[in-house]
């Protein structure tokens, strides 16, 4: 099941490498064709994710206080700093994801490089039988590229030859090299380049360094540029985020160990699969080393403006939220004084009132010079006419 899934996975990346390599008849460029059109491709996503790691790395001074003011409460802590990468649109786990995306398309990469036959050519296997009788029937040793019992007898399978890891490889040069009658839907391979074989492993020629000129020696430098490009690549990665320079960040320790981790890896894959791969990890490194310098300077300029208008429109606020303030200041005193001008006419009219009716006291209970001598509440008219 796993074969048939990785036979579908591989079929994109192959007819893109079979078709460069009929554009440009070299296996070499090809390669580094693949690497371009495969990092157009990805283009849009790893802006995406270069972008999220820049903000992320500017929000780092927020993410430390909200640490710090929570640390005792990892719940709250969580829900803060989820609300600050919501309101921030920033993933944190988006720079590691992208990260890792070379390597699956390496394993497809590596899985076509090393079986040309049935990736490459996509032939079926009954073909590549047809031409292993063909090599055979040509005086060609089937030892070289068939896996053998213990007896020396060559493994067959439901009637297939059961071929080393590498022997697709040999089998292709040894069909061209012997003039053998080819299946439809062969296409002639030239796996040099640059005067190296690329289907050469380094590992296996070290001990041909004085003999095989740079045929070897090419061969044998291709690891070691690839690790070099990867830890040059990995430096200016952490250069464009100033919060890797923090030794008490996590993010930046991680990414502290992946630059050396990254060339590491690059120096034992150039050095122990085909050359080709290198050409390949090599091309990747040069790519994202130009990716990571145009990116780093076009969202700089871009987190500027964006700093800028985030300042703007806070001032705006600002003194938007300060005219309200005005305005409704202005309002309250309003209601204020007229609030006390009515109780002021209020007790005006009460004022009037009391002595209107304090008159009227005085004058109906007064006789002569006596302003009382009926009494307070004296009425002439209580009783009637």
């Known amino acids: 099941m796993f074969a048939t899934i990785g036979y579908?996975?591989?079929?994109?990346?192959?007819?893109l490498l079979r078709a460069l390599y009929e554009l440009t008849s070299s296996y070499g460029w090809a390669l580094v064709l693949f690497t371009v059109v495969i990092k157009l491709i990805m283009l849009p996503f790893q802006m995406k994710s270069k972008k999220s790691m820049m903000r992320m790395?500017?929000?780092?001074?927020?993410?430390?206080?909200?640490?710090?003011?929570?640390?005792?409460?990892?719940?709250k802590m969580n829900?803060?700093?989820?609300?600050?990468?919501?309101?921030?649109?920033?993933?944190?786990?988006?720079?590691?994801?992208?990260?890792?995306l070379p390597f699956p398309i390496l394993i497809a990469l590596y899985s076509i490089i090393r079986q040309p036959i049935t990736r490459f050519m996509m032939l079926t296997t009954t073909a590549m039988?047809?031409?292993?009788?063909?090599?055979?029937?040509?005086?060609?040793d089937l030892a070289a590229i068939a896996m053998t019992a213990n007896d020396g007898a060559v493994t067959v399978k439901d009637g297939l030859t059961q071929l080393q890891p590498y022997g697709q490889i040999t089998l292709v040069k040894a069909a061209q090299e012997l003039g053998v009658a080819l299946p439809e839907g062969w296409i002639h391979m030239d796996f040099s380049f640059l005067g190296m074989d690329l289907t050469m492993i380094p590992s296996d020629v070290i001990?041909?360094?004085?003999?095989?000129?740079?045929?070897?020696?090419?061969?044998?430098?291709?690891?070691?540029?690839?690790?070099?490009?990867?830890?040059?690549?990995?430096?200016?990665?952490?250069?464009?985020?100033?919060?890797?320079?923090?030794?008490?960040?996590?993010?930046?320790?991680?990414?502290?160990?992946?630059?050396?981790?990254?060339?590491?890896?690059?120096?034992?894959?150039?050095?122990?699969l085909p050359a080709s791969l290198g050409v390949y990890w090599i091309a990747n490194s040069v790519l994202m080393l130009v990716q990571e310098k145009?990116?780093?300077?076009?969202?700089?300029?871009?987190?500027a403006a964006e700093d800028e208008a985030r300042e703007k429109a806070r001032m705006e606020d600002r003194?938007?939220?300060?005219?309200?303030?005005?305005?409704?200041?202005?309002?309250?005193e309003a209601e204020k004084k007229s609030l006390k001008e009515k109780q002021k006419a209020a007790q005006a009219a009460k004022a009037a009132k009391a002595e209107k009716a304090k008159k009227a006291t005085t004058e109906n209970g007064r006789i002569g010079d006596r302003p009382y001598a009926r009494g307070r509440s004296f009425n002439a008219d209580h009783y009637g006419e």
């Open 294 to 303: 145009v990116l780093n300077k076009y969202f700089k300029k871009s987190m």
């Open 57 to 75: 790395s500017r929000f780092q001074p927020m993410i430390k206080e909200i640490q710090t003011r929570y640390k005792n409460n990892q719940v």
């Open 319 to 332: 003194l938007r939220r300060m005219e309200e303030a005005r305005v409704a200041q202005q309002q309250r």
């Open 79 to 100: 829900e803060e700093l989820q609300r600050l990468y919501a309101e921030e649109g920033v993933n944190p786990m988006s720079g590691c994801l992208w990260s890792f």
């Open 207 to 272: 001990g041909q360094i004085g003999t095989g000129g740079w045929a070897v020696i090419g061969v044998l430098l291709i690891p070691i540029v690839s690790g070099a490009l990867s830890f040059w690549q990995s430096k200016v990665s952490m250069a464009g985020n100033p919060s890797a320079a923090d030794p008490n960040d996590p993010t930046a320790r991680s990414s502290r160990m992946m630059m050396w981790m990254m060339p590491i890896m690059s120096l034992w894959i150039g050095f122990t």
């Open 8 to 15: 579908y996975i591989c079929i994109p990346f192959a007819w």
């Open 129 to 140: 039988q047809g031409v292993i009788d063909a090599v055979s029937a040509a005086g060609f």
